[in-house]
């Protein structure tokens, strides 16, 4: 490949400015030469590659199942509401179990708690 492009050229063509060339040079980031006068000479498809490599360059993670395996996250208030009333449908049914079995006063104490929770959240 000819290096032929100056730095303001190379600038122009990527949407950047001079000084950022400058530095990617520097920094040894981009490809150049240096002409017999101490100009730097670029190619614009190296320097392009070196700075936007291609999608395919870059690798997909390796994930082991435990990202991403659980039940996807919901933020809206309207979900976070269904969920607490099925939590507390699920609680009242596991209360009246407790109630049935005579293990105690398990049904009170829930709607106590679930009492103070939907006053608080105010639908």
Known sequence: ??????????????????????????????????TPGGHRRYDLAEVAQALYPPKSALQPLDLDGSLGAGAPVESSRAAR????????????DDARADDAAGTGDALTELFDGARRVLVSTGA
């Open 1 to 34: 490949m000819k290096r032929t492009m100056t730095t303001s050229q190379v600038a122009d063509e990527l949407g950047l400015s001079a000084s950022a060339v400058q530095k990617y040079a520097r920094n040894g980031d981009i490809p150049f030469e240096t």
């Open 81 to 92: 509401l269904q969920r607490d009333a099925r939590s507390t449908v699920a609680a009242v």
